[in-house]
Every structure is written in C-alpha cells, then in structure tokens.
C-alpha cells in the first residue's frame, strides 16, 4: 500500500477529524483560562493541526477541476438568397 493512500481520508472522515480539531481547539481555549495552561496550550496546537489536516484531506477528496460544459453548437447563418 502506498504512503499517498495509507494517510488519505474519505471525506466523512476528514468531516470527523475537522470537528474534532475544531472542539479540541476550544477544549484547549478553556483549558488554558484555567490553571491548566500548559495542557491547553498543548491540546490547542493539536487541535489546529487536526484541523488543517481535516481541511487538507476534505479539500483534496474532492474533484480537481469543476466539469467543462460542452461547447454550444453555433447555427450556420443562411445567406439570403439573392434573385438575380
């Protein structure tokens, strides 16, 4: 298995992971108000990080490249015809 496919998400599970950092992020805030700074500071920082890698993942599960819509075909335009 390769490296790229082993740490790669589904996007339901880079919507997991992008909540959680996100809860985490905010444990940590209320963490570090208290007397538990160092503990919120280190459970902030990994919950940003769990973010990013939950935005990364879920921004890269998607198509690359919005679909091209087909080219409308133009109509010939008939030349009048001329009474000569």
Request: no cysteine; glycine share 14%.
């Amino acid at each position: 298995m390769s490296t790229a496919s082993a740490l790669s998400l589904t996007p339901t599970r880079a919507r997991r992971l992008l909540g959680a950092g996100a809860t985490a992020t905010v444990v940590g805030i209320l963490l570090s108000i208290s007397d538990a700074e160092g503990v919120g500071g280190a459970v902030i920082v990994a919950g940003i990080v769990a973010t990013m890698w939950g935005l990364h993942s879920f921004g890269r599960g998607g198509e690359d490249a919005p679909p091209r819509k087909k080219p409308k075909q133009r109509r010939k335009h008939r030349r009048p015809e001329s009474d000569a």
